[in-house]
């Protein structure tokens, strides 16, 4: 197996379990800029992985694959945990929606706001629809902090 390759794996199991951790309110707030440190790390590791003689280039495709590796695994994760959370969550929603008294709900007219809207589409497809979205540019980030990461760690260890 190649050094990014289980760079990239070790990374994505950090970047699941770090989903996992955002699903608790409150805690998704630090849990992403964690996730981008991940990815950084994972790209330094990848370069760490290298024979002794690194340099630069090399070592910046090495990371940016291994942040791709665990960006996608990652990413994958994350969208069927939206999916998920917005499935469970979306009937609650309704519920304490119809619990709103009459006089919130005329406020929301004349406000020119239609209450029905707010709970359209289902919550399920509007998850995976913004998830799918975030996973895209996630990718991009992710490969991108891999090889920042991996230029980082062979500027201060070449050997």
Do not use: H
């Not at 990371?63 to 990413?75: K, R, T």
């Not at 809207?117 to 891999?146: H, S």
């Amino acid at each position: 197996m190649s050094n990014w390759l289980k760079a990239g794996l070790i990374g994505a199991a950090a970047v699941v379990g770090l989903n996992l951790l955002g699903l608790i309110p409150c805690v998704g707030c630090i849990t992403w800029l964690l996730v981008l440190v991940a990815y950084g790390c994972v790209g330094a590791l990848a370069a760490y992985w290298m024979p002794t003689v690194r340099m630069a280039g090399p070592a910046a495709g090495q990371g940016a694959l291994a942040g791709l590796i665990a960006g996608a695994i990652g990413g994958v994760v994350g969208i069927f945990l939206s999916v998920i959370q917005a499935a469970v969550i979306g009937p609650l929603q309704a519920e304490m929606f119809k619990l709103l008294p009459p006089e919130a709900l005329s406020e929301l007219y004349r406000a020119g706001i239609d209450p029905s809207q707010l709970l359209r589409p289902g919550p399920g497809l509007v998850g995976f629809g913004g998830a799918t979205v975030c996973c895209g540019i996630g990718l991009a980030i992710a490969a991108g902090l891999g090889a920042l990461g991996a230029i980082i760690f062979v500027a201060m260890r070449p050997e």
